[in-house]
């Protein structure tokens, strides 16, 4: 075995600093998902639990496996608009009698349940992960349809969901709709296009018009439970295949759905055994430096990440910016590729390209843990054709075929966030730490390029230069970008598929990687052209 050693300085300052302030942004961070557990508010939550119903998350934890993890997805997603943190959606991945699923549920609590175009796309969102990963999907259904006044936004691109859920049962993925409340109108066709279809007693009402709209189209009288009703469903228009008579009692149902499914996985299974690593994951907390302008060794990341902090190490001798290696995650086989000091030269680019074929000649996933500030600039690179070597690893990371996951540990900058494997690049699974930062370049940067440019607009005009406004100016860019850059920010536009503490790093990849498996592993047999 090719064990990592260690040098990290545990009792020393600078871990001591760094694992300070990552708790600081852990803490704050928790306070923000704490806005999405809250939903909408005591209340709307109060009154949702007077009629006897239970939470999102509550109908979660009946459907998976007893003690089973859930890994949730996007949960500050809407964070920064005008819409409440977790966009009255949960979605994530779970266990349900041993099978893994995508769940989502609508959280009834904010706005009746209804979508706003932050819950569109992170159910588009959970969608995509169904689908290429071969995971059957669970709706817990309790929604009254769009969010009318942002309707013009969720509309056109709302028909996407509908297309889904036949794309996903088209593909052989089954898609199970558990219906507790409202399914109207667009929403109706949640259970109408779903495999197979819970209804709870009394509870669901699914119809295309409700009895004000059948009233004001037809002139026809008509209550919920005749119109809609879960036993009107199971009786009469057959659209219900189980009928529940509580909540508890539906979850049960789509449990046994689930394991009638008698669901095999198409990846290759994991080894085993397992060693866990041999190094605490209790330390990752301190190991990115606050100051990103720091650099740190991603190998102390890889070491406490692992299997038995085991790692083959590939071309260590060669563009050493970039470290890259074999590993195994929870006894599934791994290539990683990490930032070492930030700067990607021409050196790095080509060894990242050609381990990235090498991966896929031998279909292995690829881990890609981020702290770069994106590829080396000047003269004599640009002569030694940085351009050329960084757009041959872009080619070899878009054309890849074998499953990507990307972790944003620090810096994400520039062309570098896509040679990387950004969210553009599609990767199966992309997770940032508190620490992670992305944008077009650093604050500082951007604001002195914007203020280079507006100097010599300036000269060319013959024109004095405001020295005290172009100091103001770049205080408020470099605390827009600085703003824009955290991983909160980008994970509520769903830049992200969460922002995870550094120590649920390895659990987090195990359930990705055996989710990843429950499809077949391959990777590309051709490329584009490489400029050499």
């Excluded at 260690?6 to 704050?28: K, V």
């Amino acid at each position: 075995m090719t064990v990592l050693p260690t040098r990290l300085d545990t009792g020393g300052p600078e871990h001591t600093a760094n694992r300070a302030a990552m708790l600081t942004r852990l803490a704050d961070l928790d306070t923000e998902h704490a806005k999405a557990l809250a939903g909408g508010g005591p209340k709307y939550v109060d009154r949702h639990r007077g009629r006897g119903k239970l939470l999102p998350r509550e109908r979660i934890e009946l459907l998976i496996d007893p003690d089973s993890p859930f890994l949730e997805l996007s949960p500050l997603a809407a964070w920064g608009s005008d819409y409440p943190v977790g966009a009255a959606l949960v979605t994530g991945i779970g266990v349900i009698e041993g099978t893994e699923c995508v769940i989502t549920a609508n959280d009834p609590t904010v706005r009746g349940g209804a979508s706003n175009p932050w819950t569109l796309r992170k159910a588009l969102r959970a969608n995509e992960i169904a689908l290429r990963n071969r995971l059957p999907l669970v709706n817990l259904v309790e929604s009254g349809g769009a969010d009318l006044p942002s309707q013009k936004e969720i509309f056109i691109p709302g028909g996407a969901l509908f297309r889904d859920l036949t794309r996903l049962s088209a593909a052989g993925i089954p898609t199970v709709a558990v219906v507790f409340g409202n399914s109207t109108a667009g929403g109706a066709y949640v259970p109408g296009m779903s495999d197979h279809v819970v209804m709870v007693k009394e509870r669901a009402k699914v119809f295309l018009g409700g009895p004000p709209l059948v009233k004001m189209a037809t002139g026809e009288e008509a209550d919920d439970e005749s119109l809609g009703g879960a036993e009107m469903h199971a009786r009469t228009s057959g659209l219900a295949d189980h009928f529940a008579v509580d909540e508890q009692d539906a979850c049960r149902l789509a449990r046994r759905i689930v394991h009638r499914l008698h669901w095999r996985k198409q990846g290759p299974a994991p080894l085993h055994p397992v060693e866990p690593p041999r190094h605490d994951e209790e330390e990752l907390l301190g190991i990115v430096p606050g100051d990103l302008k720091v650099p740190f060794d991603p190998r102390e990341v890889i070491a406490r990440v692992v299997d038995g902090s085991d790692f083959d190490e590939f071309k260590p001798l060669y563009g050493a910016s970039l470290a890259t290696g074999w590993a195994t995650v929870h006894g599934y086989p791994v290539g990683i590729l990490a930032n070492a000091q930030g700067v990607l030269f021409s050196e790095e680019s080509q060894k990242a390209a050609q381990f990235i074929q090498l991966a896929n000649q031998r279909d292995i996933p690829l881990l890609f843990l981020h702290n770069t500030t994106g590829y080396m600039v000047g003269q004599a690179y640009e002569q030694g054709g940085i351009i050329k070597h960084g757009a041959m690893m872009i080619n070899a990371v878009a054309n890849s075929r074998v499953p990507h996951i990307s972790v944003l540990m620090g810096a994400s900058y520039g062309a570098g966030h896509y040679g990387m494997c950004g969210r553009a690049y599609d990767p199966r699974f992309l997770f940032a730490w508190p620490s992670a930062k992305s944008a077009v370049m650093g604050p500082q940067q951007l604001a002195g390029v914007l203020s280079i440019v507006a100097r010599q607009s300036a000269a060319a005009k013959g024109q004095p230069y405001d020295e005290d406004a172009d100091a103001a100016i770049r205080a408020m860019v470099e605390q827009q970008i600085e703003a824009e850059s955290l991983p909160v920010f980008l994970s509520g536009r769903l830049y992200d598929d969460g922002v995870i503490d550094p120590r649920d790093t390895r659990t987090v990849l195990g359930i990705c990687l055996s989710a990843i498996h429950s499809a077949p592993v391959e990777g590309a047999r051709g490329y584009g052209v490489f400029r050499m």
